[in-house]
């Protein structure tokens, strides 16, 4: 075979056409296909994500290639400065400004390194699903294709509300400060012309963890907000006040990011006097781990009265190289998972409301040790309790297949959650649904090849995983 006979023989199809993710082996492989063409294109419904909604408000046309898939995307950046790539390099510092085409150009330079990562299938999807590039990125095609979505970000079919329509996104929630007015949710909602709902979510990280960044000025500017005293129960009220504000805009969950999900359930005088340490700036370690595990028990409670879904995305430390957090900020690509553990931490919170009536705690995970061991069996049992799609560095194609595999045999599928891109790269979120739905495709028709399920159940499993299970875990 000469080389452009193998070239041909090898050559990558179209990835939205292809078999792409499903079973290396024929038999599997028919059953997956036969299972993926019931949801290819079934809409998406994305309850968890981090996408700007003035993004779909203001519908500004994407400014550069560089900037829609390399700068805002820390998934893609890490993988880059990992291989030496200084962040600035790829636009990063905005008093440091570069040319696009430049930042483009490293991306090509390094292309090879992203085979067999999750991000690398994601660009690769959604360079030839959008802009029908499917020949290699490498140095010498850098620039042609640079050119060839710099034009086509010119397009208005390229705009993100043209985009969203294209997409099939049904529902689209953004991730949201308390204090956030939800304007841009309030005129999506009444737009009649924007095809889909943005909901917000209420993400109260930084009121309550007395290890917050500017955590007193965001107490003050919380009661300020909403007349309440300062006093812990004051506090909380004017907490359950802004979740009210977020349900009336349409929220049906509130997001809680913390390093372990401890919870406790303290006196209210205690409570009330770490809450004035915090204020006062004088809290040691221990009584701040302790005042979280109350307001993280009472943020359950508050979910149990108004019926937001309460999410938990455990066991990242954030920020782990501080002189990349000085010079670049958050969000660039250095938050590193950490051992987590749910069995005892979260068991006052399921004491006092795992059997609730209309409660939902979505369990997310980084750890994937607790899949199998904590937090299948807590789904297994707790009719409250939902098993969180993985996320992270563990919404990767062989991850999704292990974390099925480590929590079915407990819980089944209709107690995970359904998919969640959870991403802030919008072009990204049909090639990260499409990923899940041929995975799960893959997932089950390995079960109908061994005689495990049905063709016919797991038609149905595939539809559900995709439409009436995200709808009933977020209450959509
Ligand atoms: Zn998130």
Redesign the pocket.
């Known amino acids: 075979m000469n080389d452009a006979q193998l070239a041909a023989a090898v050559e990558r199809p179209a990835i939205a056409s292809s078999d792409a993710l499903l079973p290396a082996d024929e038999r599997t492989r028919d059953i997956a296909r036969d299972l993926y063409s019931e949801v290819a294109a079934a809409p998406i419904i994305s309850p ?3 996408v700007d909604p003035r993004l779909l408000t203001d519908d500004t046309p994407f400014r550069d290639p560089a900037e829609l898939l390399i700068t805002r995307d820390h998934y893609v950046t890490r993988i880059l400065h990992s291989a030496g790539v200084e962040l600035w390099e790829v636009g990063l510092d905005p008093s440091r400004p570069v040319d696009p085409r430049e930042a483009w150009r490293r991306l090509a330079e390094n292309w090879h390194r992203f085979a067999g990562t999750a991000s690398g299938y994601w660009l690769a999807h959604e360079l030839s699903s959008l802009f029908g590039v499917d020949d290699e990125l490498d140095e010498a095609s850098a620039d042609r294709i640079y050119d060839r979505i710099a034009v086509a970000l010119k397009e208005p079919d390229f705009r993100p509300r043209a985009l969203f329509k294209r997409f099939g996104i049904e529902v689209l929630a953004t ?1 949201d400060d308390p204090l956030d007015d939800l304007e841009a949710h309030r005129l999506l909602g009444e737009d009649r012309s924007f095809p889909g709902r943005v909901l917000p979510t209420f993400r109260p990280d930084a009121y309550v963890d007395p290890n917050a960044a500017m955590f007193t000025e965001n107490v003050t500017k919380l009661l300020a907000a909403t007349g309440e005293r300062t006093a812990l129960a004051g506090y909380l009220a004017a907490l359950a006040a802004r979740r009210a504000h977020f349900i009336a805009r349409g929220a049906v969950s509130a ?1 809680h ?1 913390v390093v372990e999900p401890f919870t406790t359930d303290l006196a209210p005088s205690v409570a009330e006097s770490l809450f004035q340490k915090a204020l006062a700036g004088e809290l040691d370690a221990a009584g701040a781990r302790l005042f979280r595990g109350h307001l993280l028990f009472q943020m359950a409670r508050m979910s149990v009265d108004d019926g937001l879904v309460m999410t938990i ?1 455990p066991g990242v430390r954030r920020n782990h190289h501080t002189p990349t957090l000085e010079r670049y900020g958050p969000d660039t690509g250095h938050d590193i998972p950490v051992q987590t553990e749910y069995t005892e931490n979260l068991r006052p919170l399921l004491d006092a409301f795992g059997t609730a009536p209309g409660f939902h705690l979505v369990l997310f995970a980084v750890d994937e040790t607790v899949y199998s061991r904590e937090v299948a069996p807590l789904a297994g049992f707790y009719p409250s309790v939902y098993i969180g799609a993985p996320w992270w560095f563990l919404d990767a194609p062989d991850a999704i297949l292990r974390w099925r595999s480590a929590v079915t045999e407990t819980a089944g599928f209709y107690r995970s959650s359904g998919f969640i891109d ?1 991403t802030r790269a919008f072009l990204s979120i049909p090639a990260r649904h499409d990923t899940a739905r041929r995975l799960d495709a893959s997932f089950l028709a390995r079960l109908v090849a061994e005689g495990r399920v049905s063709i016919l159940t797991a038609r149905r499993i595939a539809r559900d995983l995709v439409d009436s299970i995200p709808r009933e875990v977020f209450k959509l």
């Open positions: 968890h994500g981090h991730t997001d990011g995305h959870d």
